[in-house]
């Protein structure tokens, strides 16, 4: 994938012309099953969502909270590999442009070798990277090699961050800026905290680089709020369980898949309109 073609990079240009704000889920990558998330990334690209974040399964939970914590138990009970979940992604690529971010820890693109893993991750369509233990002293080394491959690599921006590395992690991330409503894990939350808004407007003026809003964001009420400034919404953990809820309740691959399309719909009813 060349520089100037990268699915991430379109999806935004084409949002800001047309004076949008997008959605961009987040699915656990082999729940239930890898069939099942093909199924699901085409029902979520029939809704028009931005892009989707792809979660590999880890062991360690890095700032996932207990909803995905649950969903990697589950997946990782079923013996998936990385290759697996690429060679899905790959099927995917045959028929769909939506744009696919793989969040991950880096500790499995250590394990792999971080040159390998991009030629497997390019190869099979991924079009960024979001690795939230990446460290900031780390990170330009591996953003080099990332935006090699013509790949993207948001970083995660924390509220509690001072202002200096806010700046560094703005100008080392690609495709966006990824701000963290909330300091801590993930997970749904009633309120979001005050000072949210006007935050993102510092940091999008600061960084001049789309900035997406994550954690925390169950709601379409809180999807408005948050993109009155922001450029984009992650919903992760409200999906997540709404689609571990569809199958404990007996639905299967298509039952799955169209829970999370309703819930995308609903989310982006609260999307403001074009400006």
């Known amino acids: 994938m060349s520089e100037s073609s990268n699915r991430?990079?379109?999806a935004f240009a084409r949002l800001a012309a047309a004076g949008k704000k997008g959605l961009l889920p987040y699915v656990t990558a082999g729940l239930p099953d890898l069939h099942t998330t093909e199924r699901v990334l085409e029902a979520l690209a029939d809704t028009g969502?931005?892009?989707?974040?792809?979660?590999?399964?880890?062991?360690?939970?890095?700032?996932?909270?207990?909803?995905?914590?649950?969903s990697f138990t589950r997946v990782l009970d079923t013996g998936i590999r990385v290759k697996d979940i690429l060679e899905m992604v790959k099927q995917f690529r045959r028929r769909r442009e939506l744009p696919l971010l793989a969040m991950l820890s880096y500790s499995i693109v250590y394990r792999i070798g971080l040159q390998r893993f991009l030629r497997m991750a390019a190869d099979g369509g991924i079009d960024g990277l979001i690795v939230p233990d990446l460290s900031l002293e780390e990170a330009p080394q591996v953003a080099a090699r990332i935006a090699e491959a013509g790949?993207?690599?948001p970083m995660l921006v924390s509220p509690a961050s001072s202002l200096d590395r806010k700046k560094r992690l703005a100008e080392l991330s690609t495709g966006f800026v990824y701000y963290m409503s909330v300091t801590g894990i993930t997970g749904e939350r009633d309120k979001l905290p005050p000072e949210l808004v006007a935050n993102v407007r510092e940091l999008r003026m600061s960084s001049g680089?789309?900035?997406?809003?994550?954690?925390?964001?169950?709601?379409?009420?809180?999807?408005?709020?948050?993109?009155s400034e922001a450029d984009g919404v992650i919903i992760g953990s409200a999906l997540v369980r709404r689609m571990m809820e569809a199958q404990d309740s007996g639905a299967g691959t298509d039952g799955i898949a169209q829970t999370a399309a309703m819930a995308a719909r609903e989310w982006m009813g609260g999307l403001p309109e074009p400006k």
């Open 209 to 227: 680089r789309p900035v997406v809003v994550g954690f925390g964001i169950s709601k379409a009420e809180q999807v408005r709020l948050v993109c």
């Open 8 to 10: 991430i990079d379109a």
């Open 151 to 153: 790949l993207r690599l």
């Open 49 to 70: 969502v931005t892009a989707v974040e792809l979660g590999f399964p880890y062991s360690d939970s890095i700032a996932d909270g207990p909803i995905i914590q649950s």
